[in-house]
């Protein structure tokens, strides 16, 4: 339903939200990864008796980049077991790593990936926009496998305050994504229908089936990773400066 704002004397869309994914949406958190995967091959050496040579590191390096494809492949976000497996891939299956050790490991990776993420340009404005057309806004968003650290990095990010709600799926809800689990907690938490929200992501892998499934509108926004995707698609793709019109386009649409 669209309503005219006495206050702003603009065109606002009511009893809608959009509803946006954080990692690779919001913020640029892949950056930063190479080099954190750097300090974290070098940081495992140490415990598993490895000097810490240009050659060993390298070497680590290279293990933690591949299954860092693979971990994200089979959606498993857990970086204990990617230390885990990284040493397992080095030494071999006797390897042993204690708990401790992995959990330093991934506090060091998410510190760091929490202190270098920036937020994508034009997404404050965004948000902001939005919020004064009345739509409300939800985050949905994956766990980083250290409970409390995701929610820990969306505050640490400045945007916690734009948003009506947030659901860290996999520590408040049983499923991950692509699973329709955490959106439609996302819809039960704003109090929006799900044929009434937009959702919003940048992977076509986990931001696509669980809104669509409950009759969401979807939007990917373009990047390197959807360059070879072919039209028709069930969702919508965008470039970023295209993204706010579409999402208020896509609303209005809502009968």
């Known amino acids: ?42 940081f495992l050496l140490k415990p598993l008796g490895i000097k810490s040579s240009d050659a060993n590191r390298r070497t680590m390096l290279q293990i933690i980049s591949k299954i860092d494809i693979e971990m994200h492949q089979n959606k498993i976000y857990d970086r204990n077991l990617w230390w885990k ?32 993420s920036t937020v994508y340009p034009g997404v404050k404005s965004i948000l902001r926009i939005l919020k004064r057309r009345g739509i409300k806004l939800g985050l949905v ?39 329709s ?4 907690l996302m819809s039960e ?6 044929e009434r929200c937009v959702s919003v ?8 089936d669980g809104g669509l499934k409950l009759g969401m509108k979807v939007v990917i926004i373009r990047s390197k990773e959807t360059r070879n995707v072919k039209d028709p698609q069930p969702y919508y ?9 579409l999402i208020i386009r896509l609303l209005e649409e809502v009968k």
């Open 237 to 245: 793709l965008v470039d970023r400066k295209r993204l706010m019109n």
């Open 141 to 179: 968003s994956d766990t980083d496998g250290l409970k409390g650290m995701k929610t820990e990095r969306i505050e640490a990010s400045g945007l916690r305050r734009f948003f009506d709600a947030t659901v860290v799926s996999g520590e408040e809800t049983i499923e991950v994504k692509p699973h």
């Open 189 to 194: 938490r704003l109090g929006i229908p799900a």
């Open 1 to 42: 339903m669209l309503k005219r704002s006495e206050n702003m004397g603009k065109t606002r869309v009511d009893e809608s939200a959009a509803i946006f994914d954080f990692d690779g949406t919001l913020v640029d958190s892949y950056t930063p990864r190479k080099n954190t995967h750097k300090k974290v091959a070098a």
């Open 201 to 208: 992501g940048d992977n076509p892998e986990t931001d696509v």
């Open 85 to 116: 497996e990284a040493a397992t891939h080095y030494f071999g299956k006797t390897t042993e790593i204690s708990e401790s050790t992995l959990i330093r490991a991934s506090t060091l990776y998410w510190e760091l990936i929490k202190k270098k």
């Open 181 to 184: 689990e955490p959106f439609a």
